[in-house]
C-alpha cells in the first residue's frame, strides 16, 4: 500500500465527511451524533495542520487541530482529532499521520497537542503513547453516548520538547 500525507483542503470534504459520518454511524469514539456541513466543520477547525492520508490514492484518514482556548496564554494549546476510514486501521496510517501533525504543529508553534479519548478506544490510546503522548487524566461517566451508555474520557497530551 503506498501512503501519502498531504494538506487538506476544502475539496477533499466530500471524502472526509464520508469518514467521519462513518465512524458517526457505526462507532463509538465521539459524543458528536451529526456530521455538520463543510462551514459549520471548517468554523470549529483551525485552518492550518489540516492533514489527510492517501492510500493508493484514495482518502484513508484525516487529522485535524481544534483550538482549546481562546485565550492568549493558550493559544499554543490545540486538540488534536484523527479519524481513518473504516478498513484501514493497522497500517501505520494513523501514525503517520500523527507524525505528520506532530513536525507540522510545532513549526506553526504549537507546543501542546492535547486529546480526548473515549476510554474504551484501547487503539487510539496506544497509538498516541507511541507516538510520545502521555496521560494526563480521565473523566468518569462524563457523558452518554449515542447508544445510552454513559462514557469515560482519558485525556492525553504532547508537550513540544522544541518549543518548551
Known amino acids: ?19 467521519y459520518s ?10 458528536h451524533k451529526k456530521c455538520p456541513p463543510y462551514d459549520d466543520w471548517d468554523k470549529g477547525h483551525l485552518k492550518d495542520c489540516r492533514f489527510i492520508a492517501k492510500a493508493d490514492g484514495k482518502t484513508a484518514g ?16 490545540v486538540e488534536i ?22 513536525n507540522e504543529s510545532e513549526k506553526k508553534g504549537y507546543w501542546t497537542l492535547y486529546a480526548s479519548i473515549f476510554s474504551i478506544n484501547k487503539q487510539c490510546i496506544n497509538m498516541l503513547e507511541k507516538c510520545g503522548f502521555r496521560y494526563i487524566g480521565y ?5 452518554k453516548d449515542k447508544f445510552g451508555v454513559w462514557q469515560d474520557t482519558t485525556y ?8 518548551m
Do not use: H
Request: net charge positive; hydrophobic share 35%; with cysteine.
Open 81 to 102: 482529532s484523527i479519524y481513518l476510514k473504516n478498513g484501514y486501521t493497522g497500517y501505520g496510517i494513523g501514525k503517520m499521520l500523527i507524525e505528520k501533525m506532530i
Open 22 to 31: 462513518w465512524w458517526l454511524e457505526n462507532g463509538n469514539i465521539t459524543f
Open 156 to 163: 492525553m497530551e504532547r508537550r513540544s520538547k522544541k518549543i
Open 1 to 19: 500500500m503506498n501512503i501519502e500525507i498531504c494538506e487538506m483542503t476544502k475539496e477533499d470534504w466530500p471524502e472526509v465527511s464520508e469518514i
Open 139 to 143: 473523566r468518569e461517566k462524563i457523558s
Open 62 to 77: 484525516f487529522c485535524v487541530l481544534s483550538p482549546t482556548s481562546q485565550r492568549e496564554a493558550y493559544k499554543g494549546v
